[in-house]
């Protein structure tokens, strides 16, 4: 695809067929397509039908892609010089015509022919070859505009020489001139674009070749690829970890700066998880897999990136509609100027070389890349700090927010509570934690974990009739006594000042008591259970309210421990009681016609309000589970990353708006400026060759952004 043109045409063609749904990318070269009853082979054959070519994209493409666009690259470098030196002649005899002589310092003309000639039909087929695979496929793209504006200047040129017309100019030097220049603007737009993937690059480069891997008693270095999910391997000083598992013995500190962007390392240990390409420090690792192929973290955010620089922005739809009938509007532009030239002035030649110069001058190729080349370069860059985007249009919505929800636990606080109090009442301290942590101990809820934490190794009497209540904790007969653990509310405490106390400080408060039926008997313990508030999160909401966004905390804590969070983390305004299956029902109630609402999760237990929100952010991605639960995955357990979430969001809806604008600006004043006859066609060749090369370049100062929340 050479314009903005192509990827509009081939998206119709694709669109149009039964049972698929495209999305092409011009800057990325991909065609993303959704099939329902048809397969690969249809969409390939749709694409040649549309003059064009399509291979399936499998685990070699990129290689392949690489080492051919490498060879082409190569070739039009070579036929780049070649048309510099047949060219140059041409043009530079146009500093000799200006001065003493004039017309007689010309070259002679059947020299200009000779030279112009190989850079109109050699070097320049590839235009006609695009022209034709357009116009056969029933559209028009750039390939048309410049085909067609230089072969009518070379054509003109070319009758004027051999019928000897030598009262007529000739203007071999504008279309040599015009070829040579969009060339060279071909040049350097493939060298910008080919950096706008480099985050990607870099990812897949980061992935070890070989693992030296336990088998039958033996440690064998092996290809990555062949390790099975089990396999035990070894991480020795100094090595990449080949893929995804769980460390069973040695210590070590591991540099996972190359997925969460944070440059300190990470202390690993027995039952600790591993991630591939992260790189190991000072000690040894012996690790079993859990994580191989495509199901390592590091294939999961490769694959997302991928999707997310394939996919299109709402924005970019005025610039589709735009493209669709550009050419065929430049080209009806181009016949007015020329009959109104003719018939004003009464030059056929002025007439053709104006005509020549809108045909020229208009490019579309701008349009198209102004909002990919800043998409790719922008999720490039939130790869690199820890941000995954799932598509681009969560991230042209992220810098709407007006409202971000913030679940509590694991969000606001660190997510791994811990028992801080236990307040005996009619049983002794230790037999309040035995009781509580064999009510607990079949339990995932952190909350219950902290309990049996704080327990022990001891051994737990058994439970029967064991319930659990959702949002109010679990009861069960232990020792021939029925047991009730739970929220104070369950038990009518909320008013209880010793329990009043302990909320106030922050902590969560849990009752045990014995049952009398519905009605306790006794109360037996209080156990206060507090989760530290993660040290980033006070400068997190810091940041998120200067961006203008307003902060709400959601939790099912009672209303006094929701303060006391609420106030340590700098939060004005928190809903408090609420149970999970209400945490949707809390966003939907956040909405507002002026205002988008997100929420912030940890992209499981959270799902129905992540659904809810308008954009979710899933914090601390430890498993694909958690990347394909949100809009923009967070990787780093730090609440910092949404504010540069946003911020990223903001800086690369900005890039595309200027790209836009200096694409639309282009047009708007280039075409007006050609058809009054103010532009000769070799100046507007090189307005039209450096357009694109702008607006890649633009996108390309994305590349400065950073991220607040990183140390540098």
Avoid at 577 to 594: E, F, H, M, T, V
Wanted: neutral net charge; hydrophobic residues 50%.
């Amino acid at each position: 695809m050479t314009c903005a043109a192509c990827s509009t045409r081939l998206e119709k063609v694709l669109n149009r067929q039964a049972g698929m749904q495209a999305n092409v990318n011009l800057a990325a070269e991909r065609a993303r397509v959704r099939l329902s009853g048809v397969g690969p082979e249809a969409v390939i054959a749709a694409v040649a039908k549309a003059g064009f070519s399509a291979t399936l994209v499998d685990a070699g493409t990129r290689e392949r892609e690489k080492q051919e666009k490498e060879r082409v690259y190569r070739q039009e470098v070579r036929r780049f010089w070649i048309a510099v030196v047949l060219t140059l002649p041409l043009v530079g005899q146009m500093i000799f015509m200006f001065g003493e002589g004039g017309h007689e310092n010309e070259l002679p003309r059947w020299l200009q022919l000779l030279l112009a000639t190989p850079v109109q039909f050699w070097i320049g087929w590839r235009f006609y070859d695009g022209a034709a695979k357009a116009l056969r496929g029933g559209g028009a793209n750039m390939d048309v505009l410049v085909a067609l504006g230089t072969s009518m200047a070379w054509g003109f040129s070319a009758v004027v020489t051999v019928f000897g017309l030598h009262d007529q100019h000739v203007y071999f030097e504008a279309g040599a001139a015009v070829i040579t220049l969009v060339l060279l603007g071909k040049l350097l737009e493939a060298r910008a674009k080919a950096r706008t993937s480099e985050a990607i690059e870099s990812l897949i480069r980061l992935r070890p070749k070989t693992a030296r891997v336990e088998r039958d008693g033996q440690w064998l270095e092996l290809p990555v690829d062949a390790l099975m999910p089990g396999d035990i391997f070894l991480v020795r000083p100094g090595e990449s970890v080949p893929v995804d598992g769980q460390v069973i013995d040695g210590d070590s500190s591991v540099d996972e700066a190359m997925l969460t962007g944070e440059s300190m390392p990470v202390g690993k240990g027995a039952g600790d998880r591993v991630f591939a390409a992260t790189a190991n420090g000072q000690g040894a690792l012996r690790c079993r897999a859990t994580g191989v192929g495509e199901q390592t973290l590091l294939a999961g955010i490769i694959r997302l990136v991928g999707e997310a620089q394939g996919s299109k922005a709402p924005v970019q739809r005025l610039a589709d509609r735009i493209s669709g009938i550009f050419v065929p509007v430049v080209c009806l532009i181009a016949l007015a100027t020329f009959v109104a030239w003719w018939w004003i002035a009464g030059e056929f030649a002025e007439a053709l070389v104006n005509a020549v110069a809108v045909l020229v001058i208009a490019c579309p190729c701008a349009l198209g890349l102004a909002t990919p080349t800043a998409i790719m370069v922008g999720t490039g860059q939130g790869a690199r700090a820890g941000i995954l985007v799932r598509n681009a249009e969560a991230l042209e919505r992220a810098q709407k927010i007006g409202v971000l929800a913030l679940d509590k636990t694991g969000t606001l606080t660190c997510g791994q509570p811990q028992v801080t109090d236990v307040v005996p009442m009619a049983c002794k301290r230790e037999e309040a934690l035995r009781l509580a942590a064999a009510l607990e101990h079949q339990s995932e809820h952190p909350l219950a974990r902290a309990v049996v934490a704080a327990h022990g190794d001891g051994e737990l009497p058994p439970v029967t009739d064991f319930r659990a209540l959702a949002g109010h904790g679990v009861s069960g007969e232990v020792d021939s006594r029925v047991l009730r653990l739970g929220s104070p509310a369950w038990f009518g405490l909320d008013d209880d000042a010793a329990i009043a106390e302990l909320q106030s400080a922050g902590k969560t408060v849990v009752v045990l008591a014995e049952m009398n039926g519905e009605t306790p008997a006794s109360v037996l313990a209080l156990i206060a259970i507090a989760d530290a508030l993660r040290p980033t999160s006070r400068q997190a909401v810091a940041q998120l309210r200067a961006q203008g966004i307003r902060v709400v905390m959601l939790t099912g804590d009672n209303v006094a421990t929701a303060a006391a969070i609420a106030a340590q983390a700098g939060i004005d305004e928190f809903r408090a009681g609420i149970l999970p299956g209400d945490k949707a029902a809390a966003i939907n109630a956040l909405k507002s016609a002026d205002a988008l609402v997100a929420m912030v999760g940890d992209g499981v237990n959270d799902a129905p309000a992540l659904a809810a929100a308008d954009v979710s952010f899933a914090i601390g991605a430890g498993s694909d589970t958690a990347i394909e639960a949100a809009d923009l995955t967070l990787i780093r357990n730090d609440l910092r990353g949404v504010a540069d979430a946003i911020a990223l969001s903001r800086a690369t809806l900005g890039k595309i708006r200027q790209n836009l604008f200096f694409a639309f600006v282009y047009n708007v004043s280039g075409l007006p400026l050609a058809a009054m006859g103010l532009l000769n066609p070799v100046i507007a060749g090189a307005a039209m060759a450096m357009s694109s090369v702008s607006v890649v370049t633009n996108s390309l100062l994305l590349k400065r952004w950073r991220p607040h929340g990183l140390k540098r």
